[in-house]
């Protein structure tokens, strides 16, 4: 348990480390929250500073919650001297990475979505899944335009996937699902809301299928 708790902390100050924030230190600028949404991730970033410097906070954003659910649970542990193989391990190391980066305390625990983590966490955790959850998302980017609901698309695509294929919803892998999808759900609540009025922010450049649904055929 003690293994646990300082491993998941230890994930939560990687989560912490902000995509944005690494990329502000290398190519300068101003913060990604005094910019269009006031979002730290990928999609303010593509929006306010261009694709360059979104990829980059994408590839952080996405490592670190790679690194956090593959790398450090094998790290060796000093009171034993070898790495734990505790199943939950990963699972935990992943949710901290995700909490830290929603929620990190050197920011006044006012962080990003965390999506771009989640889908570092998925991709480590449940390789099987990735193609779909990825598939998912750009489909309902390229029909809407909505990166908020493509968002929670992928994440009701994972626990379908854990569900139906994989160990079933009433195991730890799909309470872990399960979890991050309400996770994915609370901190979009307020996209939700405004998509319901229909006042969500369009990606409109990403919407490639929805215009060609758009296009009225010639008389």
Not at 89 to 114: D, R
Not at 200 to 205: G, I, T
Request: with cysteine; proline share 4%; net charge positive.
């Amino acid at each position: 348990m003690l293994e646990l708790t300082a491993k998941f902390l230890l994930a939560y100050l990687l989560g912490g480390l902000m995509g944005g924030d690494v990329m502000r230190r290398f190519a300068g600028g101003a913060d990604l929250r005094a910019s269009g949404s006031g979002n730290v991730g990928a999609t303010n970033a593509l929006r306010t500073r261009g694709p360059r410097f979104a990829l980059g906070v994408l590839a952080i954003d996405i490592g670190k919650g790679m690194v956090a659910a593959l790398a450090l649970p094998n790290l060796t542990w000093p009171l034993s001297g070898v790495a734990s193989h505790v199943a939950m391990l990963p699972y935990a190391c992943g949710l901290g990475a995700a909490l830290g980066h929603c929620y990190p305390v050197f920011q006044k625990f006012k962080g990003g979505k965390g999506v771009a983590t989640l889908a570092g966490v998925f991709i480590a955790l449940l390789p099987v899944a990735a193609p779909w959850l990825i598939a998912a998302f750009a489909l309902v980017v390229m029909l809407s335009g909505y990166v908020s609901l493509a968002s929670i698309a992928a994440g009701v695509v994972a626990l379908f996937h854990v569900a139906c294929f994989g160990v079933g919803a009433f195991s730890f892998q799909g309470a872990f699902t399960a979890a991050m999808l309400a996770l994915i759900l609370f901190k979009h609540r307020d996209n939700i809301a405004r998509l319901y009025a229909g006042s969500e922010s369009r990606f409109e450049k990403a919407r490639v299928l929805g215009r060609l649904f758009d296009r009225k055929p010639a008389a």
